[in-house]
T-cell receptor
Framework: NAGVTQTPKFQVLKTGQSMTLQCAQD?????MSWYRQDPGMGLRLIHY???????DQGEVPNGYNVSRSTTEDFPLRLLSAAPSQTSVYFC???????????FGQGTRLTVV | AQSVTQPDIHITVSEGASLELRCNYS??????LFWYVQSPGQGLQLLLK??????LVQGIKGFEAEFKRSQSSFNLRKPSVHWSDAAEYFC?????????????FGKGTKLSVKP
């Protein structure tokens, strides 16, 4: 059972480039979320989804797009990368009430 | 707005000593409460969780936490710290009762362990 899988693990982008961070879960969880982790800031919510076809913004959504076409996948898109988006990104999935979030291993993104 | 405060950015304890990491939250009702641990370069591992019931909860690796409603606190404790406990610890709350899977995190407490 793989849990939550994120790819790639590391990525370097140039300013203005676009890319998609992939996240897949095999636990049939309804809820999926993206967080970014910056030193001294903890994890902050970027976007989340409560089911296929339903997404909403979190605390820091600017510069990121998401979609949820299937239960399993929740990709995060950077349309035009900026140095301020240098961070570690974590995807999580949750099965619903009285369950905890399961996290992927993270993607370390550097924008130069 | 809901928030989570971890007052200690960095704590150093000697191996074998006891540990308490503090967590306070700001929310009108009782949220779901969690402690996660993160080793360098790794993802987050759940240590323990509180949803309801007994306010003293046991977790993995010998950790426990106590929910105190009057203080809006959920402090993490361990009676005897091991060198392998050196990591960063995050307190988190879910104010949607698990219905959205979103968490609000504290900024973390980095634990160093002296031999």
């Amino acid at each position: 059972n793989a849990g939550v899988t994120q790819t790639p693990k590391f990525q370097v982008l140039k300013t203005g480039q676009s890319m998609t961070l992939q996240c897949a879960q095999d636990m049939n969880h309804e809820y999926m979320s993206w967080y970014r982790q910056d030193p001294g800031m903890g994890l902050r919510l970027i976007h989340y989804s409560v089911g296929a076809g339903i997404t909403d913004q979190g605390e820091v959504p600017n510069g990121y797009n998401v979609s949820r076409s299937t239960t399993e996948d929740f990709p995060l898109r950077l349309l035009s990368a900026a140095p301020s988006q240098t961070s570690v990104y974590f995807c999580a999935s949750t099965g619903g009430e009285n369950t905890e979030a399961f996290f992927g291993q993270g993607t370390r993104l550097t924008v130069v | 707005a809901q928030s989570v405060t971890q007052p200690d950015i960095h704590i150093t304890v000697s191996e074998g000593a006891s540990l308490e990491l503090r967590c306070n939250y700001s929310y009108g009702a009782t949220p779901y409460l969690f402690w996660y641990v993160q080793s360098p370069g790794q993802g987050l591992q759940l240590l323990l969780k509180y949803f309801s019931g007994d306010t003293l909860v046991q977790g993995i690796k010998g950790f426990e936490a106590e929910f105190k409603r009057s203080q809006s606190s959920f402090n993490l404790r361990k009676p005897s710290v091991h060198w392998s406990d050196a990591a960063e610890y995050f307190c988190a709350v879910d104010t949607y009762g698990g219905s959205q899977g979103n968490l609000i995190f504290g900024k973390g407490t980095k634990l160093s362990v002296k031999p």
